[in-house]
């Protein structure tokens, strides 16, 4: 797993970056349930008070490393778009990437799905979320009988579980020790992705 870096110092106008960064660390080291705003204010080197100029409240932050999470997983699920040609390839390989975003950018996972956020009460969380789904569900309509978005949203809810299934065994070992765990890992979800696929007539 890489290491999230946090930074001591922040650049004028950059706070909330810097105390996003923080709490990656301190959920790095504790988990996303053991941190407090005051720590990462602290890691930051700011004030216990400062970082409420920015974040209502601990779950506030929380949603802004979530957000951030978002962003990094879209971009990761667009390389894994682009270095595939059919519908079935790009989508085994969403779920890898998946599989590996959950691996080296677990803090990022944590926040995502561990720190039980609602979000209703953070309708940019929400955006975010959809627009990382947004292209996934583009392809899953390619496979869909008649190209359908109820189908392709059955379809996406299918893989996004068996990935979600494969990332959770791979953080609690049953995949072995990384790095060869998270490799055997991904190889698997992509297998069994492309196995849900061919057999994809039994959903709708």
């Given at each position: 797993?890489?290491?999230?870096?946090?930074?001591?110092?922040?650049?004028?106008?950059?706070?909330?970056?810097?105390?996003?960064?923080?709490?990656?660390?301190?959920?790095?080291?504790?988990?996303?349930?053991?941190?407090?705003?005051?720590?990462?204010?602290?890691?930051?080197?700011?004030?216990?008070?400062?970082?409420?100029?920015?974040?209502?409240?601990?779950?506030?932050?929380?949603?802004?490393?979530?957000?951030?999470?978002c962003e990094e997983l879209q971009r990761r699920f667009g390389e894994a778009l682009a270095q595939r040609?059919?519908?079935?390839?790009q989508l085994s390989a969403v779920a890898a990437a998946y599989v590996r975003f959950a691996a080296e950018?677990?803090?990022?996972?944590?926040?995502?799905?561990?720190?039980?956020?609602?979000?209703?009460?953070?309708?940019?969380?929400?955006?975010?979320?959809?627009?990382?789904?947004?292209?996934?569900?583009?392809?899953?309509?390619?496979?869909?009988?008649?190209?359908?978005?109820?189908?392709?949203?059955?379809?996406?809810?299918?893989?996004?579980?068996?990935?979600?299934?494969?990332?959770?065994?791979?953080?609690?070992?049953?995949?072995?020790?990384?790095?060869?765990?998270?490799?055997?890992?991904?190889?698997?979800?992509?297998?069994?992705?492309?196995?849900?696929?061919?057999?994809?007539?039994?959903?709708?």
């Amino acid at each position: 797993m890489e290491k999230v870096r946090s930074r001591t110092s922040y650049h004028h106008g950059d706070l909330p970056a810097a105390l996003i960064d923080a709490t990656f660390a301190l959920i790095e080291e504790n988990g996303v349930h053991g941190f407090s705003v005051a720590e990462a204010a602290r890691r930051t080197g700011v004030s216990i008070s400062a970082p409420y100029r920015h974040f209502a409240d601990r779950e506030e932050l929380l949603a802004a490393c979530a957000i951030a999470a978002c962003e990094e997983l879209q971009r990761r699920f667009g390389e894994a778009l682009a270095q595939r040609q059919s519908p079935a390839d790009q989508l085994s390989a969403v779920a890898a990437a998946y599989v590996r975003f959950a691996a080296e950018r677990r803090p990022m996972f944590e926040s995502l799905y561990g720190a039980g956020l609602d979000k209703s009460r953070h309708p940019q969380l929400a955006d975010a979320g959809a627009a990382v789904l947004m292209p996934v569900a583009e392809v899953a309509r390619k496979l869909a009988p008649g190209g359908g978005g109820e189908a392709a949203g059955i379809l996406v809810v299918a893989l996004t579980s068996l990935a979600q299934g494969y990332a959770t065994m791979l953080l609690e070992g049953s995949f072995g020790e990384p790095p060869a765990a998270v490799d055997l890992a991904c190889e698997r979800v992509a297998a069994a992705t492309a196995a849900l696929l061919r057999g994809r007539s039994l959903l709708f």
